[in-house]
DNA sequence: GGTAATTGTCAAAGTATTGTGAAAAAATTG
DNA sequence: CAATTTTTTCACAATACTTTGACAATTACC
């Protein structure tokens, strides 16, 4: 299931491909603006990028972008066939490119190349299990054990208790974990997020997180 | 441990990385030129091969390869803008690849992913069979027995059934099992992953298949 | 200690995902 | 090319999960 960072002004071309592409069994999150963009550009496995956006230029997100080691594979869509704009881009590091018009099939293609091809570097780096006292968890098989025995975990626990697992000791404020575990869209109120700490708690049957009364909630160390 | 044979004739990058990688605990030969190259390539788990070499194309070393049904894993090296070498030698047979300058890390990351997927697949393909519990692959045969008497598997439920078996307790994505059985062209939608996933279920009458809801299926370990 | 704000807890309502069978489409076979 | 088998899609049912909201408990602050 991967995730897609859209950005598209136009609003005919925009929504239509977010839905062609989520009609293809990817994930789509659709934002107009490059500053909505950088939100959290990491969490995403592909951006598929306009080159002709109103507040600034799509270069200098892709440069802000590799400059921070994020190599995540960006394809670009250009207006019109301007060849300086496209060899720019390349070189700044877009995956690929295509020119618009252009049949979305096509785009659809070139996505699956570089997402088989090429998985982000974040992912290679990240082990594949992660232990924390008496927790263990397995991303591999997505299961969670706690003192040598397996606890069932919905798909938001999981995320969210792995979110935190990967960093014990630092705080996280209920926006920070809505924003990275579900995301910008559907934005569920911050109590979910107490809901779910809730249900963590009561299968481990332990304080794995204790709360910052008026912050948030933190992993123990 | 693994055997790499590394190609490249920039004369810093080559003994550096020679030594990075040596000191991960991998055994390194280091080549400057194809004609080197050449003498015997079959002898290594892994090749790392620089695309931009004074002595011809890369391009051509790899199609050899191939050609000779060698099937090691070779990650190329390219330069940022050389995007139409990276797809030319991602369709040509490359497993990967690393856009210069690279870390070192993230570099043997991706050589660890290459030898894993290697010695599983190598692993499956020296047995000609497959036991789990109740169910038995003879890949030989293409027969599949549940619980000593055989049942008929269509082609698909057959390479599904393979993929997920040989990696019991992991979990596979839709996509990832759309990729890895259906490949890239004639591309059906996730739900099909579904039905078959039910026919193979009906046929051998257990749940050897687990449902991750939000996530994909999982083969009992 | 009293009060307001924050968090814990639970269950019901609302969503989303998956199971299932059958029909349509595509591929294979004779 | 017709018959058969397989694959894919679709619709709807079943189920699991998520979110909300109400109220209780706790904490912070005066």
Redesign the pocket.
Known sequence: MSKILLVEDDENLGPSLKKYLEDEGFTLELVATLKLAKRDPKKFDMIILDWMLPDGQGLDFLRELRAQKINIPVIMLTARADLVDRILGLETGASDYMTKPFEPRELVARIRVQLRNVKSSHEFLESDHLDLGALHIDDLKREVYFEDHKI?L????YELLRLMAREPGRAFS?EEILNKV?GME?Y??T??V?????QI??KTKDDLIE??????YRMKA
Chains 1, 2 share one sequence.
Do not use: A
């Open positions: 069932e919905t798909k938001m626990e209920r579900w559907n569920p109120s109590r979910t107490d809901t779910h700490v809730l708690r009561q709360t910052l009364r008026g912050i948030g």
